[in-house]
């Protein structure tokens, strides 16, 4: 039997963005069907990171005043599986009164990314017949947005991730100073570097 292991409530949060920002770094192959690969992983796990900083973030905050009355909440929410879509939907308007706005700005380049993300995740296109030189080809699939993965989507998966996590933890308050090392703790990120991301 292995042993147990434990680490601090932020530790899956800084592994996913590890992984990620290697990724994206070694995307200097010739090798094109490699870099769509990385890319391609580049874009599941940010918003699996995204995922992991909710369930753990939310469960931390709760914990004390003036959050702790939501303790049971959350921790009915986590004991059924329930959609990514619904924990951004929901527990920022409950626990801090106010949504995050996923039409505009960067919650909109977020919703982005997770679309494409679950394009990958659940793909499930199937040609039954494709027309080629006069005949027909059956059971294709069209995979016309993986081919079309660039370097750039590895990376902007990675801020985009980055920054959608920053505007969550602004909800909480506090000065500019806490924001920043509520910032460090999550994604083992500094404030000024996510933020230059945005410029990019």
């Not at 200097?28 to 580049?42: M, P, Y």
């Not at 939907?89 to 039409?103: A, G, H, L, N, V």
């Not at 570097?193 to 990019?200: C, D, N, Q, R």
Request: hydrophobic letters at 40%; charged letters at 25%.
């Amino acid at each position: 039997m292995s042993k147990t292991v434990y680490s601090s409530s932020n530790s899956m949060v800084w592994e996913y963005f590890g992984i990620v920002y290697r990724l994206a770094a070694a995307l200097d192959s010739d090798d094109d069907q490699k870099r769509r690969q990385n890319t391609a992983l580049c874009v599941l796990l940010a918003v699996t990171a995204v995922e992991a900083f909710f369930n753990l973030y939310f469960q931390v905050l709760v914990t004390a005043s003036p959050y702790s009355e939501h303790e049971q909440s959350i921790r009915h929410w986590l004991s059924k599986p329930r959609s990514l879509d619904a924990k951004i939907t929901e527990w920022p308007k409950r626990i801090f009164k106010q949504p995050i706005d996923m039409s505009t700005g960067i919650g909109k380049r977020f919703a982005d990314l997770k679309r494409l993300r679950n394009k990958l995740m659940h793909f499930s296109d199937l040609q039954k017949s494709v027309p080629i030189a006069g005949t027909h080809i059956h059971n294709f699939s069209d995979i016309t947005f993986y081919e079309n993965l660039k370097d750039s989507d590895a990376w902007n998966a990675y801020h985009t991730a980055l920054r959608f996590i920053v505007e969550v933890l602004k909800l909480e308050g506090g000065t500019d100073e806490a924001l920043a090392v509520r910032t460090v703790r999550w994604t083992a990120v500094s404030l000024p570097v996510i933020l230059e991301f945005s410029e990019i």
